[in-house]
C-alpha cells in the first residue's frame, strides 16, 4: 500500500462526525480528509482507501480517492470534494416533504448497484469478510458462535455487488448527481446483506443513536423502512412485507454482531442483552414485531 503523506489538520475545518471516523474539507477546497479514530489500526484505513478505489475504478459514482494521510496521530484518506453535497439522511430531517422521493430513489439506486456483478477477484464475498470476527472474538460465546457460523454457511454468494453499510447516510447529493460513501465494508454476495441493516435501524436503533448518527427519529425511520422494502421488492401488504423482514433476520444477525465484535476489536465478554436477541432473531422470534 502506498506510504502516508503528512498533513496538518489545521489546514483543514471538520465537516462531519461518524461511527469511527471525523472528516475534515481542506480550507483551500481541493480535498475532504476521512480520518479514523485514534487507536484504530491502518490496516481499516487502507482497506477502505483501497475498496473505495476499486469501485471508483468500476464505474460506480462515489469520490474519487486520492491519498493516504496522517496527522502524525490518526490515519485517514483524502477523496475528492462533492461540491454543496448533503446526505439524503440529511435533507430528510431538514426536509421532511422529502422522505418518500428520497426513499424511493435511493431504492432505485440500490437496485441499479446490486444489478452490478462483482469483480471477485478484486471484491470479497461477504461471508468471508464476517467469518473471521465470528471465528475469533471473545464478545461471542462457543454456542452462539456455532449457530452463528452455520446460519452464515447456509447463505448463498451471488456475484451481486454491495455496499456493505447501505443506507441513507452513506449515499450524498450535489443536487444532479448521486455518491456513494463510506466503502470500507463494500462487497459481493445476496442483496439482502445490504437490505437487512435498515431492518435492524429501524426496529433496534436507540432513538439517541438515531439522532446521532441520522438526525432523524425513529418513527421517522421506519416509514423510510417500510417504503424502502416495499419498493425495492415491489411489496404490497403488511403481510409481504412481514414475511420478509423474517427472511432477513439471519442477515440483521451476522451483520448485527460482525459490527459488534469490530467496534470491540474481538475483546471482551459476551454480552448476554446481545446474545438473547442474535438466538431470537436466529430463531425467527424477533421481540417486539412478529
Same mark, same amino acid.
Given at each position: ?5 503528512? #498533513?496538518?489538520?489545521?489546514? =483543514? ?6 461511527? /469511527? ?18 487507536? *484504530? ?50 435533507? #430528510?430531517?431538514?426536509?421532511?416533504? $422529502? ?9 432505485? *439506486?440500490?437496485? /441499479?448497484? %446490486? ?12 461471508? +468471508? ?12 460465546? +462457543?454456542?452462539?458462535?456455532?449457530? &452463528? ?26 443536487? +444532479? ?17 445490504? &437490505?437487512?441493516m435498515n431492518f =435492524?435501524?429501524?426496529? =433496534?436503533?436507540s432513538p439517541e443513536?438515531?439522532?446521532? &448518527?441520522?438526525? &432523524? ?6 416509514? %423510510?423502512?417500510?417504503?424502502l422494502v416495499k ?6 401488504? $403488511? +403481510?409481504? $412485507? ?21 467496534? %470491540?476489536?474481538? /475483546? ?23
Amino acid at each position: 500500500m502506498n506510504q502516508y503523506q503528512q #498533513i496538518n489538520l489545521e489546514d =483543514y475545518i471538520q465537516s462531519g462526525e461518524g461511527g /469511527q471516523a471525523l472528516t475534515y474539507i481542506r480550507k483551500d477546497g481541493s480535498a475532504m480528509a476521512k480520518m479514523f479514530q485514534f487507536g *484504530l489500526g491502518s490496516d481499516t484505513v487502507e482497506r477502505e482507501f483501497r475498496i473505495s478505489r476499486a469501485v471508483y475504478e468500476a464505474g460506480i459514482p462515489c469520490p474519487r480517492p486520492i491519498r493516504l494521510v496522517t496527522d502524525g496521530k490518526c490515519f485517514g484518506a483524502e477523496y475528492e470534494v462533492v461540491a454543496n453535497k448533503r446526505s439524503y439522511t440529511r435533507i #430528510i430531517s431538514q426536509e421532511p416533504e $422529502q422522505l418518500e422521493t428520497l426513499t424511493l430513489k435511493f431504492a432505485r *439506486l440500490g437496485k /441499479q448497484l %446490486h444489478a452490478v456483478p462483482a469483480n471477485t477477484e478484486v471484491f470479497p464475498d461477504m461471508k +468471508e469478510v464476517i467469518r473471521p470476527w465470528i471465528e475469533k472474538s471473545a464478545c461471542i460465546s +462457543e454456542t452462539l458462535r456455532g449457530r &452463528l457460523l452455520g446460519t452464515l454457511d447456509s447463505i448463498p454468494s451471488p456475484r451481486t455487488c454491495l455496499h456493505g453499510d447501505f443506507h441513507i447516510g452513506n449515499i450524498i447529493t450535489d443536487g +444532479e448527481k448521486d455518491y456513494w460513501i463510506d466503502l470500507g465494508d463494500f462487497a459481493y454476495g445476496a442483496p439482502e446483506w445490504d &437490505l437487512s441493516m435498515n431492518f =435492524y435501524l429501524a426496529y =433496534y436503533l436507540s432513538p439517541e443513536n438515531m439522532e446521532k &448518527l441520522f438526525h &432523524l427519529d425513529p418513527a421517522t425511520f421506519r416509514r %423510510h423502512w417500510a417504503l424502502l422494502v416495499k419498493s425495492y421488492y415491489g411489496i404490497q401488504t $403488511q +403481510e409481504e $412485507q412481514r414475511s420478509c423482514e423474517k427472511g432477513m433476520l439471519k442477515y440483521s444477525t451476522l451483520k448485527l454482531m460482525y459490527n459488534f465484535c469490530k467496534r %470491540h476489536n474481538g /475483546q471482551g465478554e459476551p454480552s448476554p442483552q446481545l446474545e438473547g436477541l442474535a438466538n431470537a432473531f436466529l430463531t425467527g422470534m424477533a421481540p417486539g414485531i412478529f
